[in-house]
């Protein structure tokens, strides 16, 4: 659906790396034209990468206003996931040249941003293509991001698996300890114990 209420101007917000045991987590916040469509864009999970980076420009092109948050893993350890999830979206709320008179968020939970109506829609980045956009900004710029550091320690497999909890992932952690990136508040080792940080 392109909104919720036609002729209102809304905006799309979705996160992505929350599940992430490395790396900050993203959101963003799109408003797109009335009357746009895009027969690709659609939840940026079941896009391939190359289409999702096909999609980002013209997204950011025929957009209204778009923008991104993000929250990085030390202030994710201090505030939680939950929190830093909805304070990315915050942010990337925040930065938008065009202000919403409604918020689209994915998912079932939100803290209200102050003097703007929402909804939450879960599955959302698969119903409403402002939140599917949101979804593609947030995802691919941080794979951007998870793609630069991981230059920086490339043990961790981060270019394959983008901070997320896999099996090489977690061995890597295991083997090597952890770096400035991980989210020490998480379970890293997938077994009840926190690693520990070599730097």
Not at 13 to 31: F, K, M, S
Not at 57 to 69: F, N, R, S, Y
Not at 100 to 120: K, M, Q
Not at 178 to 191: A, E, I, K, Q, V
Request: hydrophobic residues 40%; aromatic residues 10%; charged residues 25%.
């Amino acid at each position: 659906m392109p909104y919720l209420v036609e002729g209102r101007v809304e905006a799309g917000c979705d996160e992505a790396g929350r599940g992430c045991l490395a790396g900050p987590v993203y959101a963003a916040a799109v408003i797109l034209p009335p009357g746009f469509s895009n027969p690709l864009l659609n939840d940026s999970k079941q896009l391939t990468e190359k289409q999702r980076y096909e999609l980002r420009p013209i997204i950011e092109q025929e957009a209204v206003a778009w923008a991104v948050g993000i929250v990085d893993n030390v202030e994710i350890d201090r505030i939680n996931i939950l929190k830093a999830s909805f304070t990315a979206m915050h942010r990337a709320i925040d930065q938008l040249k065009v202000r919403p008179e409604h918020l689209l968020i994915d998912g079932n939970r939100f803290i209200p941003y102050p003097g703007i109506s929402h909804t939450t829609i879960v599955k959302g980045d698969g119903k409403m293509m402002s939140i599917a956009a949101a979804s593609i900004l947030a995802k691919t710029y941080r794979d951007d991001f998870m793609n630069r550091i991981a230059d920086e320690y490339p043990q961790y497999d981060w270019r394959e698996n983008k901070g997320y909890p896999t099996a090489k992932h977690r061995a890597a952690i295991k083997q090597y300890g952890t770096t400035p990136y991980h989210r020490m508040s998480f379970n890293l080792l997938g077994d009840g114990q926190l690693s520990f940080d070599f730097m």
